[in-house]
C-alpha cells in the first residue's frame, strides 16, 4: 500500500470497512490457530474495532513500503495478547469500567522498596491500603532499570523483568491478582517515550545494528539542527539540550531526558508494534489502569517543538485501540503536564480515559501561598469540564516536581505578570520568600530562562516542617495547627471537585521532606528525591494513634474519606465552578440529578463571608451544623459542605 491510497482509505469508511474484512480473511487462518477457544471473542472485537484501528495506523504507517508486514505482525501479537489473557481479566473486560466515577474511588501512589521493601511486604500492607480505603494503587516504575540512577525507574531496560530486590514479574503479577481480588486497582507505568541505553534494543543500536538504530533517532549534526532549536529543555540542570553524544556510532541521540533515556522512534511501525506487545504484556500482567509517561512527547516533527503534537494524539489513540481489541478493561492514565489548553486534548473515552490535573494541582498551591482564588477559579472555569465518561485524578503532590502550568494569558487578564508570579511561587515555596510557611526545595533551574520548579513533600510545603522547627511551644502549636488547616483544605478540594483523588503515599500521615539524597551520588543532582521517602512500619502504625501529629493529619483525612463515600454527587455528579465574590474563598457546586452540594474553601487564615445567591437553609456535612441566612461566615481555612437542607 502506498501513503496515497492509504490516506484515501482514512477518509472512506466503507472502504476501510472492507479493507479490514479484507484483513480478517487474508489471516483468519492463522490468527484461529493463535487464538483458539478464544477466537470468536476476538473475532468479534477485530470486527468492532478493526477499522478504528487502521484508521488510526495508516496515517501514521501507510507510506511504509512494508506496511502489510507490519499490519499482519500486529494482528498476530493482538492475537497472542487474547490467547494469554488470564481468565480473572477477562471478567473485568466484559464489565464497563466505571469504578472511577464512584464516590469511594480514591488513590495512592508509592514506591514499592520505600513503602514495603519488596513484593511480599506490598502484599502485607493490603490491610493498610484497606484501612485508608485505597482501591487505586500507582505501584511506580519498577521494572529492570540501570543502576544507580534511573531517573526513580523511569528509564526502563526490560518491560518484562523487574528490579530483582523488589521480587520476579512472577510475583508482581500474582501481587497484582491480589490487590485484585482485595478491590484494589493496579497501576502501572507504561514508560513508551523512552527506554533505557540498557534495553536489549539500545545495545544492538549502539552495537552497530540497523534495525535497531532505526528504533531510536541516530543523528549527524545537521540532522539534530533540524529539531534542537525549538525544544524545551526538560532536565536543564543535568545536561544542556535534548540530545546526547554516543562516542561509539558518534552519532547524537536523542534524548528528552537523561542522557540513558533514548527517546523510541514513533515514526517507525515496527516501533508501535514492539511497544504494543509490551504494553499488553503488562495488562496481562494484571495492570487496571497503564499511566502513560511522559505522553506530550512521542511524536516529533522538525522545526516543531515536539510537544503535543497532533500524531501524538494519534499514535495514542491507537494504542487505545489495541487495548480495545486485546484487554479491553485496561483504561489509559495521561500524564501531559503541559499548558492546561493541551492537557484535556488528551482526555476522551477514545484516548485516555483519566489525566492528572497539573492545573489543580499547581493552582491550590498558588492560592495557598496568595491566600487568593481568582487564578484557580478563572482557570478551572475553563478547564475544568471534561467528557463525562473520563475523569480527573486529582492530586495535590506526587514523585515529581511542582511546575507552575497555568495559562499565562488568563494571568494577565487578571493584572498578573506570569514571569513574575512563577519567580514569587519558586521562591514562596522554596522559603526564600519572607513570612513563608513552605519548606520546599529548587527543581531544574534553567540557567538561561531563569524557569524553576518545586519539590517537597505536603508536609513540608504547608508548615508542618517549620513549625516542629519552632522553640516557642505556643508559637508552634499555632503553626502546626494553620499547616494541618491547609492540608484539610487541599484534601478537601481532591475529595470534592469531581475526579479520582491520588494520596502520594506517606503524605496521608504528614512525612516530612528527606534531604538524605544529597549525601548520594546517584541522588544529589535531583532534587524530587526530597520527597521520595521512607515510610516505615511505625509511622504506618501512628495512624491510628491521634495524640501522634502522622495520626491527627490521618484522622481528619479519614474523616473527610468517610463523609465523601456516603455522598453520591461527589461520585457520578457535575461541576460548576463559581465566582465566590469574595477574592479568599473558592466556591463550587457538584451536581446529580436534584441533589447539588455546595463547596466553600477559605484560603485565608482569616474570617471570611460569603454571600449565597439566595437566603436559604442548609446542613454543612462536614460538621452535621446547620446554617441559614443569606451570609454565611466562613472561619480561617475552614470548608464547608453545604446540602439544602428541607424547610423546617
Ligand atoms: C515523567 C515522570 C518523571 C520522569 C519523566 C521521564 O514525567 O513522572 O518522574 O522523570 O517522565 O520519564
Ligand atoms: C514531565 C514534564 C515536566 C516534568 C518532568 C518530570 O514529563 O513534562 O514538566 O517536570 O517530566 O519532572
Redesign the pocket.
Known sequence: MDQKSGVALVANTQALADFSSELLKRYSSSLKAITKSRWSLFETRLKTHLPGLLQLYLPLYSAQFDSYFHLEQLLKLLARAVAQRPDFLLAEDATPQHWHKSQAALGSACYVDLFADNFAGLAERIPYLQQTGINYLHLMPLFKAPEPNS??G?AVSDYRSTMPALGTMPQLAELMQQLHQHGIRPVLDF?F??TSDEHRWAQKAKAGDKTHQQYYFFFDQQEREQYAPWLREIFPEIRRGSFTFEPGTQRWIWTT?NSF?WDLNYANPAVFNAMAEEMLFLANQGAAVLRL??LAFVWKEAGTNCENLPKAHTLIRAFNAVARIAAPALQFKS?A?VHPDEVVKYIAPEECQLSYNPLLMALLWNSLATRKTRLLTESLQRRFAIDPQCSWVNYIRC??DIGWTFDDNVAWQLGINPEHHRQFLNQFYTGQFSGSFASGVPFQQNPITGDCRVAGMLASLTGVEQALQQNDEAQQQRQLQQALARIFVLNSVILSIGGLPLIYMGDELGLLNDYSYQQDPAKRDDS?WVNRVKVSEQQLLSAKDPATLSGRIYQQLQQLIKIRSGLTLLGEGSTEILHSGNPHLFVYRRQLAQQSLLCVVNFSEYDQSYIAAMPGQWRDELTGQHLEGQTINVAPYQVLWLSISALK
Open positions: 531517573d526513580g523511569y514508560v517515550n523512552h531526558f533515556q509517561d511522559a500524564e503536564i514523585h515529581d524530587r
